[in-house]
């Protein structure tokens, strides 16, 4: 399982700093082929949203026939639907998960959840990848996000 949120800054959520939270992100940050996504991100040799897309697609490769969960998914990925049905398109299964039903879902999804993440009933282990892009920091509890991420 693969947990990966894109969030708009690092001052979004300094409370953050928990030994659970640390613990997770200890479990996949240090995969030496990721950290060439920081360096392009920093030297702008990539939009945000692209940049993320290759990210997902890089955590999708380590699964045959993943199952990837994009938790906000009502406006795609940096605002790009395009963004993820190029993700969808390496996916055995793709859902997603967006509270707002007034919200059209791109096309690409296999099931939309009409709730939060965690409100949704996703069945335990049945995700192999899930991402969010610029979520985190409107979650009022951000650790318990993470948790049921790791549970899905």
Same mark, same amino acid.
């Given at each position: 399982?693969?947990?990966?949120?894109?969030?708009?800054?690092?001052?979004?959520? *300094?409370?953050?700093?928990?030994?659970?939270?640390?613990?997770?992100?200890?479990?996949?940050? *240090?995969? #030496?082929?990721?950290?060439?996504?920081?360096?392009?991100?920093?030297?702008?040799?990539?939009?945000?949203?692209?940049?993320?897309? !290759?990210?997902?697609?890089?955590? +999708?490769?380590?699964?045959?026939?993943?199952?990837?969960?994009?938790?906000?998914?009502?406006?795609?990925?940096?605002?790009?639907?395009?963004?993820?049905?190029?993700?969808?398109?390496?996916?055995?299964?793709?859902?997603?998960?967006? #509270?707002?039903?007034?919200?059209?879902?791109?096309?690409?999804?296999?099931?939309?959840? #009409? !709730?939060?993440?965690?409100?949704?009933?996703? #069945?335990?282990?049945?995700?192999?990848?899930?991402?969010?892009?610029?979520?985190?920091?409107?979650? *009022?509890?951000?650790?318990?996000?993470?948790?049921?991420? +790791?549970?899905?």
């Amino acid at each position: 399982m693969v947990v990966l949120s894109f969030r708009q800054s690092t001052n979004v959520l *300094p409370n953050l700093k928990t030994s659970m939270s640390d613990n997770i992100y200890n479990e996949w940050a *240090p995969l #030496p082929q990721w950290s060439i996504y920081e360096n392009d991100y920093h030297s702008k040799k990539e939009g945000g949203g692209s940049l993320f897309k !290759n990210m997902i697609q890089d955590a +999708m490769a380590l699964f045959d026939k993943p199952t990837v969960l994009d938790i906000g998914c009502g406006h795609g990925i940096a605002g790009s639907v395009s963004l993820q049905s190029e993700i969808a398109s390496g996916a055995n299964q793709m859902w997603g998960c967006e #509270p707002d039903t007034s919200v059209q879902c791109g096309d690409c999804f296999h099931q939309v959840f #009409p !709730n939060t993440l965690e409100e949704s009933i996703i #069945p335990q282990n049945s995700v192999h990848v899930a991402y969010s892009f610029f979520v985190i920091e409107h979650i *009022p509890d951000p650790a318990g996000f993470l948790t049921k991420s +790791m549970s899905v």
